[in-house]
């Protein structure tokens, strides 16, 4: 009879054997595990481009998985932020403004291919554009080199144009993000039917999908916690030890390109009616987020008020936010994995400087952090 001990150590040995002919596969990160590393990433990345107050909130397959606000809103350190601390979300309104028009128009409302430029004030508001320098008004050389065409002010832009950012040179023939004529579809939908903007958004839109704490404008009666937990903005200021100061609130009235006014959690519920056909139906929604087609047969980095852009074979939908010296944040989607990324910060901290006719959200280290947990097979 073999020793106790030896049938002990046998045993013992038996699993590192079988361990070794059958490699076991490697364990992927939980969801809970992926949450945490981001969660870390976020506050190192928020102090790193000082941002007093930000928020943020993960969605995955119709549900908030993460939803965390980090820092103060105020610069004594008295209201801790929340997930429901909001911000002006600048022009992330725009994805509301396409929906509201993609809306109105399935309704026999308005028809995408009216004229935009019988707005009664664009002859005056084209002319300055076309002579002021502006980089919007095209002509102007960019940083990386690119010239593009200027604004024709004889043309005729249609809706479809404007929503699409297709407006210099020959309307509809190339894509430049132009936030200034955009802003003007709020007031070309005011004209045409003798109703504010906001009641449209609102009807299209934030009631429509029954949602809670977003203001369509500072002016908003409805916008409940959204007004009432507003961080306000601080600047980055050198000569303050903390390389922050308190600057004047933006522009807060509702327009085509901003004034929506919401937090990280209240975007995140935004974003799950979206995908649930709350707002638009599965076809409109499909069409909002498809591009036209480049004279190369590309697609265009800019589809109905959302950008759009290839990362790793996947469709990303997104818009960033940014008031210089106040707001800055985004609001990024993965439509096939069920994901969103939703940060928003009370400096302009989160700004990474995306070109104005490339989408290229994975330049943002924010981005690239969510998509290399999240939308990256492991």
Request: proline letters at 6%; aromatic letters at 10%.
């Amino acid at each position: 009879m073999r020793p106790l001990g030896f049938l002990l150590l046998a045993l013992a040995i038996l699993p590192l054997s079988i361990s070794a002919a059958h490699p076991q596969p490697e364990t992927k990160p939980s969801l809970v595990e992926k949450a945490a590393e981001f969660d870390a990433f976020v506050r190192e990345y928020r102090l790193e481009n000082d941002v007093l107050s930000m928020s943020y909130a993960i969605v995955k397959d119709g549900e908030i998985v993460a939803a965390e606000g980090i820092g103060w809103q105020d610069h004594d350190a008295e209201e801790r932020t929340t997930a429901d601390t909001s911000y002006l979300v600048a022009s992330i309104t725009k994805t509301f403004t396409a929906a509201t028009l993609l809306g109105m128009e399935a309704d026999g409302i308005i028809d995408l291919d009216d004229a935009f430029t019988n707005l009664s004030d664009w002859d005056g508001r084209c002319e300055w554009l076309s002579t002021s320098g502006n980089i919007f008004g095209g002509g102007v050389e960019l940083e990386d080199g690119y010239i593009p065409p200027a604004i024709d002010c004889s043309a005729t832009l249609s809706l479809r144009n404007v929503l699409q950012m297709r407006v210099l040179g020959e309307p509809g023939s190339n894509f430049m993000y132009n936030p200034i004529v955009y802003g003007r579809l709020s007031n070309w939908v005011e004209e045409q039917t003798g109703e504010s903007f906001d009641i449209w958004v609102r009807r299209y839109v934030i009631d429509k999908a029954g949602l809670a704490n977003i203001a369509a404008g500072w002016r908003d009666p409805e916008g409940g916690d959204a007004l009432r937990l507003l961080a306000p903005p601080f600047r980055h200021a050198p000569e303050q030890d903390d390389n922050l100061d308190p600057s004047a609130l933006p522009n807060t009235e509702m327009n085509g390109s901003s004034g929506i006014i919401a937090s990280a959690r209240a975007l995140a519920n935004y974003s799950i009616a979206l995908d649930e056909g709350r707002i638009l139906e599965p076809s409109l929604l499909t069409r909002m987020w498809t591009p036209p087609r480049n004279s190369d047969g590309t697609e265009a980095d800019y589809a109905y008020g959302w950008w759009t852009q290839r990362w790793n074979g996947k469709q990303l939908v997104w818009h960033g936010g940014w008031w210089p010296d106040a707001y800055a944040g985004m609001l990024l989607k993965v439509p096939e994995d069920g994901l969103t990324l939703v940060a928003l910060g009370n400096t302009d901290g989160l700004h990474w400087g995306n070109r104005v006719q490339v989408a290229e959200i994975e330049k943002s280290p924010l981005a690239a952090k969510f998509l290399e947990l999240f939308a990256t097979e492991q």
